[in-house]
């Protein structure tokens, strides 16, 4: 198993360490999805109030227009007689587009441009109109009172049509500007009206229009958003729909088969691999495929570990059981002594047994968790076999070893794990040796892996057993040797920890016709 490298932050909450999500908590990802591109759109959706901004400026500029207008037709009006004045409010009225209107000092009406020609404008009743011009106007009045827009009189005819019935004229009686407004028509379209006193105090002027342009020009703009909002939604929601079904609907996917995973028992269950898509959403199935066959593999690999243990301890307590049971049946001191001895040999080989099985239980957490350091295997192995010289553990056996230069034999891993790997490989290639053998070891560089050989002068390994050595459990022993010196878990821990390092273990062929078996150790070389 590889080593986890743990950053400061990894175990740290998400919350913490990241954008906190506690709002969005409780919807689910499709909802998040359609929220986040409906947001968008509702940005773009502003672009309506804007519009009514555009308006009011329009609305600004025709009053200004206006004022300027009446300015000039004001001016002109200050001289001449009444049919001069008539024919001028008749050609400045169809020119502008508007109805003048001239009053006396005295507030009378003395001229109409509608009584002298065609009028030039005419009020909409909105009874008489389509249904989208209501549509229009409620979308105008909605838009209004969300900007809340200052509130904009109606148009209506004075009952009696004198100057002082006009809000314009009042004002603009004591000033020499024009003085302008505005208001709606029926059918909300802005009607401007401007007021001014002549220069020369013969009267007034009053100018109304109709600028149902700017409500034209604001609605034209108003329809191409919408429009254009109504399409980007569309698009919007149906990518939504779509990153749904091609995010969403996988990862459910995935969380109900793991669902089945974790509640099922059988080996048939897994995860879909998705081999077809090539992004995180197929990375993620691959990853949870391969976990969930590696748990499920170390789940049987458990099961079969505590069926071995259990087979394996049955046979010493069943010796024990029947050498305690004798002793209470036999007074001879010679057997009572022979059984005393079985029942110690059990004894001390269950004890070796549990020693041995809680070894290789935890080998594979404590690599997870173990920091990895250089280490020079010439000088690791040079000091053990000083050690065993001086614990005789060699029994009789000669051992060789090849020591390479300083730091050329240099591996990443954690010394003490690979130590007890040489040490079980050293303890059974000298078990395996004849008295005076020789143990040969060798460790050499190899491109990117440093080798081992540990090769000794026994009886060899068959081809055949050359995997099941390797197996926990597997007991294949000298002729000659006690029952139960040895648990069967030697090997088995050694290529663990091998493994552990991203290393490999194996039996070779010995070069040349020599006998004997080589055990071939591969890891990687330090940087």
Not at 189 to 202: F, N, Q, R
Not at 204 to 220: E, H, P, Q
Not at 432 to 448: C, N, Q, R
Request: glycine share 6%; hydrophobic share 40%; net charge negative.
């Amino acid at each position: 198993m590889e080593p986890v490298i743990v950053t400061p932050n990894d175990d740290e909450p998400e919350e913490e360490s990241g954008l906190s999500l506690r709002w969005s908590a409780r919807l689910s990802l499709t909802t998040r999805i359609l929220v986040v591109n409906v947001l968008a759109i509702a940005l773009l959706a502003g672009g309506l109030f804007y519009l009514n901004n555009y308006r009011n400026r329009l609305t600004e500029e025709r009053l200004t227009q206006a004022r300027l207008q009446l300015t000039i037709v004001a001016d002109a009006l200050s001289t001449g007689n009444t049919d001069y004045k008539s024919a001028l409010i008749r050609k400045f009225s169809q020119h502008l587009g508007a109805r003048l209107r001239f009053y006396a000092p005295d507030g009378t009406k003395l001229i109409d441009s509608f009584a002298l020609a065609k009028p030039t404008y005419q009020f909409i009743d909105p009874e008489t109109e389509p249904w989208r011009k209501d549509a229009a106007r409620l979308l105008d009045q909605t838009i209004e009172s969300f900007v809340v827009s200052a509130p904009i009189p109606s148009f209506s005819e004075p009952a009696e049509d004198v100057a002082d019935q006009w809000s314009e004229l009042v004002a603009a009686k004591n000033q020499s500007v024009a003085v302008s407004s505005v208001s709606f028509a029926p059918d909300r379209t802005p009607v401007i009206a401007a007021g001014k006193t002549l220069s020369d105090g013969t009267g007034s002027v009053l100018l109304t229009s109709n600028a149902r342009d700017i409500t034209r020009i604001v609605r034209a703009e108003r329809s191409s958003v919408l429009l254009v909002i109504l399409v980007a939604a569309t698009v919007s929601i149906l990518l939504s729909l779509f990153l749904a079904r091609t995010i969403v609907q996988p990862i459910r996917k995935l969380a109900r088969a793991a669902l089945r995973v974790r509640m099922g028992r059988s080996d048939e269950i897994a995860i879909p691999r998705m081999p077809g898509r090539r992004d995180e959403i197929g990375q993620l199935s691959r990853a949870l495929s391969d976990m969930s066959a590696a748990l499920r593999d170390r789940i049987n690999a458990t099961e079969a570990f505590a069926a071995d243990v259990s087979h394996e301890i049955k046979n010493p307590l069943a010796s024990l059981r029947s050498a305690l049971e004798g002793l209470g049946r036999v007074t001879d001191p010679d057997l009572q002594k022979q059984l005393l001895d079985v029942a110690n040999d059990d004894v001390r080989r269950i004890d070796r047994l549990i020693n041995d099985i809680s070894d290789a239980s935890r080998v594979d957490a404590e690599l997870a968790r173990a920091k990895f350091e250089p280490i020079d295997i010439g000088k690791m192995l040079e000091q053990l076999l000083a050690a065993r010289e001086q614990r005789d553990s060699n029994l009789g056996v000669h051992i060789a070893f090849a020591r390479p230069a300083k730091d050329v034999a240099k591996v990443m891993g954690d010394g003490g794990r690979l130590e007890r790997v040489f040490s079980n490989l050293l303890d059974n290639a000298v078990s395996f040796s004849p008295k005076g053998g020789l143990v040969e070891i060798m460790a050499t560089p190899d491109g990117d892996d440093i080798v081992i050989h540990i090769a000794d002068q026994g009886p060899g390994v068959r081809p055949e057993q050359r995997e099941q050595v390797f197996q926990r459990f597997h007991s294949d022993r000298p002729d000659g040797e006690a029952f139960g010196k040895h648990s069967g878990l030697g090997l088995a821990i050694a290529k663990t920890i091998i493994d552990g390092h991203q290393g490999a273990i194996e039996v070779i062929d010995r070069p040349g016709s020599q006998t004997g078996a080589c055990f071939e150790i591969r890891l990687p070389r330090a940087l």
